[in-house]
T-cell receptor, first 114, second 114 residues
Framework: ETGVTQTPRHLVMGMTNKKSLKCEQHLGHNAMYWYKQSAKKPLELMFVYSLEERVENNSVPSRFSPECPNSSHLFLHLHTLQPEDSALYLC?????????????FGSGTRLTVV | GENVEQHPSTLSVQEGDSAVIKCTYSDSASNYFPWYKQELGKRPQLIIDIRSNVGEKKDQRIAVTLNKTAKHFSLHITETQPEDSAVYFCAATPSSGGSYIPTFGRGTSLIVHP
């Protein structure tokens, strides 16, 4: 186990559904991130929570809504998604204070919107 | 903002050969440069990193070099093995304004033929 756990691993949802992705880290990190990874595209930063405050939105559509109740948990709430939102959604955590701020990624949620 | 270019997009080598992946960055404030390996169907994993006060770092068969003046850094893998086959991402991370959000390259797909 990497220390960053994402659930579910796979999700198929209709365009009218509402679902949530969950991420949990046990590394004591103080920042968490959501990334979207699509085929043939670079990693796309969606949301950042540093010290439990959202610091970057990066112009993500409002059908994606993040929630970070504490430094260990991060959610991504999904509603009325589009087929082009199908992708691998990766959660990551890091320590933004000190000298070591490399990412630890979760295994991702493979999302398919039908 | 930061811009990271990564080349090549695909690299095919024979087992035992060396592989080199190159990245350039634009923001002179970037001072932390991690490399991630993502095997097929798995999460990206940090494999090596380098800070701007160091020119080279080695860890067994992998090494990273950094040229701050030219703003480029490279990943070197020697004696490649089939299990090195993966997508490799470079990143450049600034430390200004309390934000440690990296900018990722588009990735290099390394294929090691046995």
């Amino acid at each position: 186990e990497t220390g960053v756990t994402q659930t579910p691993r796979h999700l198929v949802m209709g365009m009218t559904n509402k679902k949530s992705l969950k991420c949990e880290q046990h590394l004591g990190h103080n920042a968490m991130y959501w990334y979207k990874q699509s085929a043939k595209k670079p990693l796309e930063l969606m949301f950042v929570y540093s010290l439990e405050e959202r610091v970057e939105n990066n112009s993500v559509p409002s059908r994606f809504s993040p929630e970070c109740p504490n430094s260990s948990h991060l959610f991504l709430h999904l509603h009325t998604l589009q087929p082009e939102d199908s992708a691998l959604y990766l959660c990551a955590s890091s320590q933004v204070t000190g000298l070591d701020y490399g990412y630890t990624f979760g295994s991702g949620t493979r999302l398919t919107v039908v | 903002g930061e811009n990271v270019e990564q080349h090549p997009s695909t690299l095919s080598v024979q087992e035992g050969d060396s592989a080199v992946i190159k990245c350039t960055y634009s923001d002179s404030a970037s001072n932390y440069f991690p490399w991630y390996k993502q095997e097929l169907g798995k999460r990206p994993q940090l494999i090596i990193d380098i800070r701007s006060n160091v020119g080279e770092k080695k860890d067994q068969r992998i090494a990273v070099t950094l040229n701050k003046t030219a703003k480029h850094f490279s990943l070197h893998i020697t004696e490649t093995q089939p299990e090195d086959s993966a997508v490799y991402f470079c990143a450049a991370t600034p430390s200004s304004g309390g934000s440690y959000i990296p900018t990722f390259g588009r990735g290099t797909s390394l294929i090691v033929h046995p």
